[in-house]
């Protein structure tokens, strides 16, 4: 549209300024073709008057009309006599003035012939016609055209100037009004400045009141989501998370590429019932938050840190890091000695831990920190158990470290794929997991064995880059779509982005079916180092997603923000959709927020197929996990 105003302010100026000089041309000419007819009659009345003074002798009218023909100022002169006839006739060419041949052409110079009579005496002997030459009123005409076409010129570039210069600054707020409307169409909500052009700023006030509301109302169903939440994954008391949502992330923290061990530990208030009955209901809660509070800070503070209450007396702390969980365990229950609601109550406590947790189930490590915690309300009331493991040993982690580079650099590698279908159970994509065969020879290895240790050294860009290029190549043989994943160490690597964005580049075919999924999603990260790789990656056809992501509603409007196309819901947030009301209403309020936002929704790892129909029926776009049976 601007190409076209463009070309129409160009036409109307172009048509105007040469109307004008047209016109001007035109009125010029008019005017010296009235001199021109005046010259004509005025050198017709001298020559008459010269020859009326010579007594109608025919020799001398003749010479004398010859003599002042030959002075060159005349085209054309005709003395006729008193019958009509030809006494003289001569007739020269025009001699060539400065104007071109086409000028005079264009624009030829039509003046009536001077006449006069020819006297002897009082009476009329015969009659002069004279015609002057035209050369000096065309290059008057020609030199006059030069110098308004010239000013014509000049007034067109001015006016061209102008015009192109309130064309960009209306162009520039067009553009921002147009980003603004494709952001809306894409679900994200960007208010933009108001433009200084009256009908534009109309336009964009009422695209911002309606970008507000829109937000008001995503904050509020966000509310709602927020509180279904609460409702589904949190007590009721204390706020802390469910033991089901709580061992849900406890067996993804320990599964979790990239981990490096972990630490449980578990809290026991002795003889709950009892304390309920000699404190009563609302001294017993008070109890209760009191350890809540202890064991939220360490969530608030060290991050990956979680805590949940697992029944009426037990509480668990999960830390993301192994050799601290004696110190924890005996700082935890010195804090809650210490504090008044439990001083003030009498209640006993109990602290075990379980130290060194790494590649098992969740159900093993609550099993030996519960282990612990019979021992310590045996004894003085804490007890760690630690394991040996690759964390522990810095020989191994530094064998295991070459084993990975080698593997990487000789391209030991392929990958693991699991199918994301449709609920018509068409694939989305294959979820690509890169495979490693550490020794020359030996089984390809999956990434839980050894992605904490290449996380650790510093290898995931490597990591990421071969899993990228398998998935190219791989999709480039099959046609089929492909999502490989791109850690944060990675992502937030200066020229990792741009990295990706070359081999997206070198295979433009495969890169169309390829999405790139950012693993971390539950953890922090620059939002605006994710918005400008993701605006790369969609330049050459790839789409990128979440992974892990729902828990944090902020966190999502984050990701939504920085251009992601769909969200891989964490598994736990959806687990016993089927049998739980409270996570059947969490997980239908969060779809509907995702579809809102124009994201796609996609359960990750379904295990049961009860879940799967419900998940199914509540809108999800998409699933994977145990549960889904690809279509032939």
């Known amino acids: 549209m601007t190409r076209r105003i463009q070309l129409l302010i160009a036409g109307v100026l172009l048509l105007a300024l040469v109307g004008s000089l047209a016109i001007h041309t035109r009125a010029a000419r008019q005017v010296l073709q009235s001199q021109l007819e005046l010259r004509n009659r005025e050198a017709a009345s001298a020559l008459a008057s010269s020859l009326s003074r010579q007594h109608g002798d025919p020799v001398l009218l003749q010479t004398l009309t010859a003599a002042q023909f030959d002075l060159g100022h005349y085209r054309s002169l005709r003395l006729m006599g008193r019958d009509g006839q030809a006494l003289l006739a001569l007739r020269q060419d025009t001699p060539a003035g400065r104007a071109p041949a086409w000028f005079e052409r264009a624009l030829p110079m039509v003046a009536a012939t001077g006449s006069a009579p020819v006297r002897d005496g009082g009476r009329e002997i015969g009659r002069l016609e004279v015609e002057l030459h035209a050369a000096w009123a065309h290059d008057a005409l020609w030199d006059d055209a030069r110098r308004t076409g010239l000013l014509v010129a000049l007034l067109l570039l001015a006016a061209g100037g102008s015009a192109g210069w309130l064309l960009r600054l209306w162009r520039r707020s067009l553009l921002a009004t147009v980003a603004q409307a494709q952001a809306l169409e894409q679900g994200r909500l960007v208010e933009a400045q108001e433009p200084p052009l009256p009908e ?25 989501v927020a509180l279904l939440q609460r409702q589904a994954h949190l007590d009721a008391v204390t706020g802390l998370p469910l033991r089901r949502h709580f061992v849900g992330q406890l067996q993804d923290q320990l599964n979790e590429p990239g981990a ?79 504090t008044p609601a439990l001083r003030d109550s009498g209640a006993e406590l109990a602290v075990g831990a379980a130290d060194g947790l790494f590649g098992i189930t969740a159900g093993a490590a609550l099993a030996e920190a519960d282990a612990a915690l019979a021992r310590a309300e045996a004894g003085n009331g804490v007890a760690v158990d630690g394991r040996a493991g690759l ?6 982690a530094r064998a295991w470290r070459q084993q990975i ?37 030996g089984e390809y290895q999956p990434a839980v064995r050894w992605l904490a240790l290449a996380s650790r050294s510093r290898l995931m860009p490597e990591v990421d880059l071969a899993a990228l290029g398998l998935a190219l190549q791989a999709a480039a043989a099959d046609g089929r779509p492909r999502a490989v994943g791109v ?13 990706v964005a070359r081999c997206l580049h070198a295979a433009p075919g495969p890169a169309r079916l390829l999405s790139l999924e950012w693993v971390d999603a539950r953890r922090p990260a620059d939002a605006r180092t994710l918005a400008e790789a993701a605006a790369q990656w ?44 409270a996570v059947r209403a969490y997980a239908h309020s969060l779809v509907a927020l995702l579809h809102g936002l124009g994201l796609l929704a996609l359960a990750d790892g379904v295990n049961d197929a009860q879940d799967l129909a419900v998940l199914w029926a509540l809108g999800f776009d998409g699933a994977s996990g145990p549960a889904l049976r690809p279509s032939a």
């Open 260 to 338: 490096t061990g972990s630490a449980l530990v578990l809290v026991r208030v002795s003889e709950l019932e009892m304390l309920n009955a000699r404190l009563g209901h609302e001294a017993t809660d008070r109890v209760l938050c009191a350890i809540a509070d202890v064991l939220q800070t360490y969530v608030e503070r060290v991050s990956g840190t979680l805590a949940g209450r697992l029944n009426g007396s037990d509480f668990g702390l999960g830390l993301p890091v192994s050799g601290v969980a004696a110190e924890t365990a005996a700082s935890i229950h010195a804090t809650l000695a210490a």
């Open 405 to 441: 580079a080698d593997a990487l650099a000789a391209r030991r590698t392929r990958l693991g794929e699991t199918p994301v279908l449709a609920p018509d159970g068409s694939l989305l994509h294959l979820e690509c997991a890169l495979r490693m065969q550490l020794e020359p020879g």
């Open 391 to 396: 964390a522990a040993d810095p020989a191994g």
């Open 200 to 224: 534009l700023r109309h336009l964009t006030r009422s695209m911002n009141a309606t970008v507000r509301r829109l937000r008001e109302g995503m904050g509020a169903q966000a509310e709602q």
């Open 487 to 499: 850690s944060q160490a990675s992502a937030t690597l200066p020229g990792f982005a741009t990295e």
């Open 538 to 581: 969609h330049r050459h056809g790839a789409r990128v997603g979440a992974a892990h992501a729902g828990a944090s509603l902020q966190r999502l409007r984050q990701l939504h923000e920085a251009g992601i196309d769909y969200v891989k819901v964490d598994a736990g947030l959806v687990r016993d959709v089927a049998s739980n009301d």
